[in-house]
């Protein structure tokens, strides 16, 4: 079955600088790829994703890239702000509606 | 768009009670909703697929007696944790997968808010 590793499981960032979240993923069939931001006691929110015939999306401050030949794909969540601290978690899938498998998560702290 | 709510959001029970929780998508049909069971500071871990109309797909090592789905409509998804005990104790979420989408054969999933189980 899949498997997804992420890193780092912590991040500490400054207010304003960038902070980068990878995952790796082990089944070459996987092609959708989301992320989800969950704060203390709440549910995952869908924050952005990407299938595999793209390789980079944005959405305001953030995007994510994907490489399908190493299978990895990156969070990058640019001029990092207070209310962007919370654990992100990557996963995947072979298509988006069945199974995600989820990687560890990181625990994102934005310092003001 | 794409709303899922459940109900309680929190809960405390005796050892041996059952506990019902309902995950409801407010404005789509939800054909497949999946159920997760989270422990602190880990991640999200997939008890089950819920597909409206049949019986559940549990994974393995989640006992299907104790954790009963019941997905009865194309917007509620119920889990009843029969007998339950504090190692039941956790944060259970649910999902629900929207229609299909621009007609990729693609569609994605939203999560409900959590229904926090205590059991003493």
Avoid at chain 2, 55 to 71: M, R, S
Avoid at chain 2, 85 to 108: K, M, N, V
Wanted: with cysteine; glycine share 8%; aromatic share 8%.
């Amino acid at each position: 079955g899949e498997n997804v590793e992420q890193h780092p499981s912590t991040l500490s960032v400054q207010e304003g600088d960038s902070a980068v979240i990878k995952c790796t993923y082990s089944d070459s069939a996987s092609n959708y790829f989301p992320w989800y931001k969950q704060e203390l006691g709440k549910g995952p929110q869908l924050i952005i994703d990407i299938r595999s015939n793209v390789g980079e999306k944005k959405d305001q401050r953030i995007a994510v890239t994907l490489n399908k030949t190493a299978k990895h794909f990156s969070l990058h969540i640019t001029e990092t702000q207070p209310e962007d601290s919370a654990v992100y978690f990557c996963a995947a899938t072979q298509a988006a509606g069945n199974k995600l498998t989820f990687g560890g998560g990181t625990r994102v702290l934005v310092k003001p | 768009g794409a709303v899922v709510s459940q109900h309680p959001s929190r809960v405390i029970c005796k050892s041996g009670t059952s506990v019902k929780i309902e995950c409801r998508s407010l404005d789509f049909q939800a054909t497949t909703m999946f159920w997760y069971r989270q422990f602190p500071k880990q991640s999200l871990m997939l008890m089950a697929t819920s597909n409206e109309g049949s019986k559940a797909t549990y994974e393995q090592g989640v006992e299907k007696d104790k954790f009963l789905i019941n997905h009865a409509s194309l917007t509620l998804s119920t889990l009843t944790v029969t007998s339950a005990h504090p190692e039941d104790s956790s944060f259970y979420i649910c999902s629900a997968r929207t229609g299909l989408a621009g007609g990729q054969g693609t569609d994605t999933q939203y999560f409900g808010p959590g229904t926090r189980l205590t059991v003493l």
